[in-house]
């Protein structure tokens, strides 16, 4: 495993344009600087302060994760099938949210799907194809970790697709996703969406771990400099790609703990399984989840 400062150590200081300002940023130097750290948790207009309190998020999780227990007897009593996409920046928080998420679910019947790049024989195939596999059958409920929308943001941002493909993506995907709910899933997209401090200030946590700095990789170096590119390309995605039949919710991630709570608490609420404990799962935080292209110019 790379120690830190060999994970690092050829990343050369990246100038970058933060609120407005044009910044430099050492990634290697441990010490992360105050213009970030003072505001990562403020980021991008987030709403709180503080963080919520550990104890308060235990106590709020415990609850919900019961719920879930709930929610999957009832999927496989009726063979109800869900289908949960995570999108977001890198650093977002897809991953430690679909590990809570999934936390005390039955792996045998709750799966999560993190495909790498596609193989030579994929990359030949209709887009979706390899997607598809691995729906969910009868009872079954599927996390993706990013999906087919890496072309609507990684591929056109960093040019692995044509504007055509592109193009081409976000005319056709809407009618992709009405046969996925009309077959009968139950289907959920989520964008987690951070401030540019509070991803700045993940990857220099990510780096400076010996335990999670394997995580970073030349990707999210580009993912730090092209910052607004990507910004243009996740409002042309919700743009183009929210329906009713399968909406966009975006979560204000600032905050891994509220941002799990969330996306537990809007799954939870949407579906209709029996013996649900309302007073437990609680409401929707309307400061930090919503929908589409409307929610989504409250936070840019």
Known sequence: MESAPEATARIEPLALRVDG????FDIADPKLPDWIDKKALKSGGYPYDEKMPL????EMQERL????VKLLAWM???????MVLF??????GKGGTISVLRSYMNPRIA????LTKPTERESGQWYYQRYVEHFPTSGEFVTFDRSWYNRAGVEPVMGFCTPEQHEHFLAETPRFEKQIVRDGVRFFKFWLDIG?????KRFHDRVHSPLTNWKFSPMDVAGMIRWDDYTKARDQMVERTHSDHAPWTIVRANDKRRARLAVMRHILLELPYPGRDADGIGVPDKKIIG???KFLKKIS
């Open 21 to 24: 300002r044009e910044r430099v």
């Open 55 to 58: 104890k308060e998020y235990q």
């Open 65 to 68: 994760q019961i719920e879930l």
């Open 76 to 82: 496989q009593k009726t063979g109800e099938r869900v």
């Open 87 to 92: 999108e977001g920046r890198d650093a977002a």
């Open 111 to 114: 799966r999560n799907v993190a």
């Open 196 to 200: 540019q401090e509070m991803q700045l």
């Open 291 to 293: 929908k589409g292209t």
